[in-house]
Each structure stands twice: as structure tokens, then as C-alpha cells.
């Protein structure tokens, strides 16, 4: 069962049970970051087992709505570590004295909790993505400036040292004048269908039912939104393998370190063909080559399918993006750079070249000998103590998911071969109104955005 499965069918918290020892924690208190951690579900139980291993680190409180969950992560380590445990994000906040907090929800609770941690002043470790519409992200960096909090968004390649090398190789010119990036042609999100049957359940009247529904449609409880939840429209973008907002948060995060656009997007957005409900891939018998960077997650793909389409979009620069590629081609979770001199494909902490001296230098980093989360939650840590930005900064992190939310907009909006026009600056279509409509959403009563 590949990791996208397991959190979607989670329940409490046995991965922690793999954990037997933790790192002592030898930072005086005087200089401990404390911590407490929001949704305690697979992703989450990553974080923790990371955050053990950094020492300034101290974990003082978790919360979560659903109370298995709570009481399983109690039993594990909490009462042993003296974990203070909630069953509401604002009772912990409000309560608990916290430098920071690791935000791991659903997606479509992420920037309400987000939100209400940094008005506290609160340092916020979002997990991706950061945000569920572009009024959202707009709204939570703006939030965060006001503040003055550091943000850390969960795309973590961007404290990988091999992927940032690869990237600054890029931005530097080490292949020329870059004419166009290629990456995976992502599966979007389903649409709930409103005939569904609902079986009678105690949870529908119960408040963490409505607490876990947070800005969106109230539904009766059906075990499907409530596992299943990353799949559908109304809580995420496609949070998939292979999905726009699963794999594609660090695949277009990765495009946008490596042509330097982390303060801006593309200028033009194109649906190449009619949306279709497809296999993530072809899986077609063929030789796959040992250049090919995305091989170890072709298997991870199988069985995925959904709405699919090919979006191209362009950046002011004259750069074109292409989003084409299936899940058992490519880099799935990266890209490829084609400059005039050749290209260099970037994926989590592995690339490839053409020609392969571009990537012989004496300076190349190993790859990472230590949890993929571990130097990015370090990083975080760091920021805290020197209120510098994070690696994941919350305006590139809301600029790459502008990236997800567009492809997801053109697919919905039907439009093929139609230029839709995008002011990055604004960060509105300037000649389709109908796309403006769906930069945000209406939120239900009770969980809107702090004023």
C-alpha cells in the first residue's frame, strides 16, 4: 500500500509505534521551541516521528477532531511525554502557549486553522496545499506579513540540497536560455454526487462532524468524505497520487524554484483537449531507462484515474510550460528544463541530464541520508529563532499552488484551445470573468476567514 493510500484509510496512530526510541532532548528549555500539532492523521504521524529527531523541538499539545485519533496518539506517546490533548484547534491555540504550530488537516480546514494560528501570533508549518482557492493564499500571505510569522509550506524539495542545486544550475544558465518546462498531465478532483445515499450514522449530529466539514457544504457523515476526502472537489484539488494537488504541488513547486517565478505565474493558460476521465498512465510493456528519474514512483500510480486533460500555459519570460506527461513517464513528482544546450530533469532529490557532463561537477550534494522532512522542518525551526524566511516561503508556496487551482479552473471551465489571459499581479483572468467566479468560495457560517 503506497503512502497516499495508507493516509486516506487511517485511523489512529501505529506508525508512531515504529518509532521505539527517540532522540533525547538535550536544548535547555530557555531555548526550546514548543509545538503543538493539528490533525493527527498519516502525514501528521510523518511529522512527529521527524520532529523527535530535532532536539529544539518539544511537542506540548496535539489536537484533532476526531477523537480515536487523539486518544490512540495519547496512548502511544502522549501521556509519556505529557502531550496535552484537544478536540478543537481554537480551544489549543487559544489555551496553549505555543511558539508554532505543525497545521496537518485536510485541505479545505488548512487556511481557517492557519489563519487563526497566526492572528495569535504563531509560527505556522503548513502542510501542502497551503490553501484550497487563490483568495484563500492571497489572504493567508497577506495575513502572515501583517504578523510578521514565519511560514513553512510542505513542499519539501525546497530544503532538499541536490533538487535546490539542480535548480540554481537552471536560473544560472548552465543550459542556456530555458524555452520550456514538461511535467505530468495530473488527475483532478471528483465532483460529490448530491443522490448519493447516505447510511444512517451517529456521527452526522455529532459536533466534530461539522467541525471536520469547516467551510464547506454540510453533508450527513459518509465514510467516504471522511476517509476519502482528498479525492473530492468541495476538501482538495485532486490530493492523489499523481493528483494536481498531491504530486503536482511539488512538481509545480519545482518548476517555479527552477525558473526563478516565485514571486509571480504564468501569463497565459491554455485546456488542450476535452477533459476526460482517464488512468493516470498507459503502463505499456517498454524499457525504462535508468535516467529516468520518476521510475521508482511509476508503480505508486497504478489504479489511479480520474479527470485529466493537457494544460499549456506561459510565463512573461517567453517560457512554455507544458503539462503532459502520463504517471509512468516522467517525473512525476518534478519536471524537465529544455534550455538551448540541453535540459536537466529535476525530481525529489534526483536528476538527470542531456547532455550528462552538465551535472558533472565537483560540487554536486549527496542525496539525503535522513527523512525527506527532517531538514525541512529543521528549517522552520531555524526561521523561528531567526525570523528570516522559510525555504518553502508562504508566498512561493501560494504562488505554486496558483498553479494547481488554474489547472483545475481551465479543466472545470471546459474552454479547449481558448488563451484564457492571467495577471499575475492581480491574480485574476483579465479576459474571463466566469474564471474570477472561482477564485474563492462561499463559507459556511461560522468558518469564515478571521477578519
Known amino acids: 500500500m503506497h503512502r497516499r493510500t495508507f493516509i486516506k484509510s487511517i485511523l489512529v496512530f501505529p506508525l ?28 501528521a504521524q510523518e511529522l512527529v516521528k521527524t520532529s523527535f529527531q530535532i532536539p529544539e523541538i518539544r511537542i506540548t499539545a496535539i489536537c484533532d477532531c476526531f477523537k480515536p485519533r487523539v486518544d490512540s496518539a495519547m496512548k502511544v506517546f502522549g501521556e509519556e511525554k505529557g502531550w496535552k490533548p484537544y478536540f478543537h484547534p481554537i480551544e489549543m491555540l487559544d489555551k496553549e502557549k505555543l511558539d508554532g504550530v505543525i497545521v496537518a488537516t485536510t485541505t479545505h480546514a488548512r487556511a481557517w486553522i492557519s489563519a487563526h494560528a497566526i492572528i495569535r501570533n504563531i509560527d505556522v508549518y503548513m502542510e501542502k496545499p497551503m490553501a484550497l482557492t487563490v483568495e484563500e493564499g492571497r489572504y493567508l500571505v497577506n495575513l502572515a506579513r501583517k504578523y510578521k510569522r514565519v511560514v513553512q509550506v510542505g513542499t519539501q524539495q525546497r ?109 497565459e493558460i491554455v485546456l488542450e483537449e476535452p477533459v476526460q476521465n482517464l488512468p493516470a498512465g498507459r503502463f505499456e510493456p517498454r524499457e525504462i531507462s535508468p535516467d529516468e528519474t520518476g521510475a521508482p514512483y511509476y508503480p505508486m500510480t ?31 513528482l518534478g519536471c524537465i528544463f529544455v534550455g538551448e544546450n540541453g535540459s536537466i530533469e529535476i525530481n525529489r532529490d ?11 561537477r565537483p560540487d554536486r550534494p549527496e542525496t539525503l541520508s535522513v527523512p525527506e522532512s527532517l531538514p525541512h522542518i529543521k528549517n522552520w525551526v531555524d526561521c523561528i529563532k ?56 462561499p463559507r459556511r457560517k461560522g468558518y469564515e476567514l478571521p477578519s
Open 302 to 332: 497504478k489504479g489511479i484515474q480520474g479527470p485529466r486533460a493537457k494544460v499549456r500555459m506561459k510565463y512573461e519570460s517567453g517560457v512554455e510550460l507544458e503539462l503532459h506527461y502520463d504517471s509512468d513517464n516522467g517525473p512525476g
Open 159 to 267: 530544503s532538499i540540497p541536490l533538487n535546490n542545486w539542480a535548480s540554481d544550475l537552471v536560473k544560472n544558465g548552465a543550459i542556456g536560455k530555458v524555452k520550456k518546462v514538461v511535467s505530468a498531465n495530473f488527475v483532478g478532483p471528483l465532483k460529490w454526487d448530491e443522490t448519493t445515499q447516505y447510511p444512517e450514522s451517529p456521527y452526522t449530529n455529532q459536533e466534530w462532524w461539522d467541525l471536520w466539514t469547516n467551510q464547506a457544504v454540510f453533508r450527513p457523515y459518509h465514510e467516504d468524505l471522511h476517509r476519502g476526502w482528498a479525492k473530492w472537489w468541495d476538501y482538495d484539488g485532486g490530493g492523489v497520487s499523481f493528483g494536481v494537488t498531491g504530486w503536482g504541488a511539488h512538481a509545480y513547486d519545482q518548476i517555479q524554484r527552477g525558473l526563478g517565478t516565485d514571486n509571480t505565474g504564468p501569463v
Open 350 to 360: 534526483a536528476v538527470s541530464s542531456k547532455p550528462k557532463d552538465i551535472l558533472q
Open 16 to 43: 508512531i509505534l515504529t518509532s521505539s526510541k527517540t532522540k533525547a532532548n538535550s536544548v535547555p528549555p530557555s531555548e526550546q521551541i514548543l509545538i503543538g500539532v493539528i490533525g493527527l492523521g498519516g502525514r
Open 386 to 441: 531567526s525570523r528570516k524566511p522559510c525555504s518553502a516561503d508562504i508566498e512561493a508556496g501560494h504562488r505554486s499552488n496558483t498553479l494547481c487551482i488554474l489547472v483545475n479552473i481551465v479543466r472545470e471551465l471546459g474552454r479547449v484551445g481558448e488563451t484564457l489571459k492571467w495577471d499575475p499581479n492581480s491574480e485574476k483572468f483579465t479576459n474571463c470573468n466566469d474564471g474570477n467566479l472561482v477564485l474563492s468560495r
